[in-house]
């Protein structure tokens, strides 16, 4: 895994921390040190695996910001079999289901992760049970 660094805020710049980039937010156009945010993919998760003691002030966290180094982290989903290839990279679809009371809702549509986004398929599992009866599998995807 490659090591690469950005800032959160101090609350979460723990070691073992694990976050989700949503992607900028406004505010944080006029950041002197945006790009060291930006340059993260929207929808991928990561893990703290290092904090320096260099602060920032922060137009978003009133405590301000830290430098922390970070690994991009493989994440789990559930997808539609027949787009589940080992190896591929996919446009990732949600799919068109309402049960949002189902135990997979938030597998089937993973935070951050946007309609259309690309990702790479890591590997395939097992079948998913699904309520809507759709044929999905669990994959884990970078």
Not at 16 to 33: A, D, N, T
Not at 89 to 118: D, V
Request: one cysteine or more; hydrophobic letters at 40%.
């Amino acid at each position: 895994m490659m090591t690469m660094l950005t800032v959160v805020g101090t609350s979460l710049a723990k070691k073992g921390q694990e976050i989700i980039f949503l992607g900028p937010l406004s505010e944080c156009k006029v950041c002197k040190v945006k790009n060291i945010c930006f340059h993260l993919e929207k929808g991928s998760h990561y893990k703290v695996i290092g904090v320096r003691d260099v602060m920032h002030d922060c137009n978003v966290h009133e405590e301000g910001v830290k430098v922390v180094e970070i690994e991009k982290l493989p994440f789990k989903a559930i997808m539609d079999k027949k787009k589940a290839i080992d190896g591929s990279t996919i446009a990732f679809e949600s799919p068109s289901c309402i049960e949002r009371g189902c135990e997979h809702y938030l597998l089937c549509n993973p935070p951050g992760l946007g309609s259309k986004q690309k990702v790479k398929i890591l590997s395939v599992g097992g079948k998913a049970e699904c309520a809507a009866g759709m044929s999905r599998v669990l994959v884990t995807l970078e």
